[in-house]
């Protein structure tokens, strides 16, 4: 099993990033992906999840409007679009899947990324002027 957060890198403020998760080894399809994200000295946030047996997005309020989840299951690949980043968006972004969907239905404040199943390894995003 196998997921790869990249795409991370140095945007200024306002601009634009995707991030691609990659994934191998499990049936994507019978899972959903959360994109978790940890800056220096915060704990570990959930940002989004996205159930890719249907195509639902769930999102934290603080990117939502701005951040768009989305799936190819023929790539197994989920990608989270981030546009009109902030300078608080800067952290690690890092992709998790957990078998089912139903906790994407709970608040993002209660998405924990220690129930997942599977685990990736993350990807910087920096937002500096």
């Known amino acids: 099993v196998q997921l790869q957060a990249s795409g991370g890198g140095l945007v200024q403020p306002g601009g634009s990033l995707r991030l691609s998760c990659a994934t191998s080894?499990?049936?994507?399809?019978?899972?959903?992906i959360g994109w978790f994200r940890q800056a220096p000295g915060k704990a570990r946030e959930g940002v989004s999840c996205i159930s890719t047996s249907d195509g639902s997005t769930y999102y934290a309020d603080s990117v939502k409007g701005r951040f768009t989840a989305s799936g190819d299951n023929a790539k197994n690949t989920v990608y989270l679009q981030m546009n009109t980043l902030k300078l608080e968006d800067t952290a690690v972004y890092s992709c998790?899947?957990?078998?089912?969907?139903?906790?994407?239905?709970?608040?993002?404040?209660?998405?924990?990324?220690?129930?997942?199943?599977?685990w990736g390894k993350g990807t910087l995003v920096t937002v500096s002027s």
């Open positions: 080894g499990f049936p994507l399809e019978h899972y959903a």
């Open positions: 998790a899947a957990r078998y089912g969907s139903a906790w994407c239905l709970l608040p993002a404040a209660e998405w924990d990324y220690y129930d997942m199943d599977y």
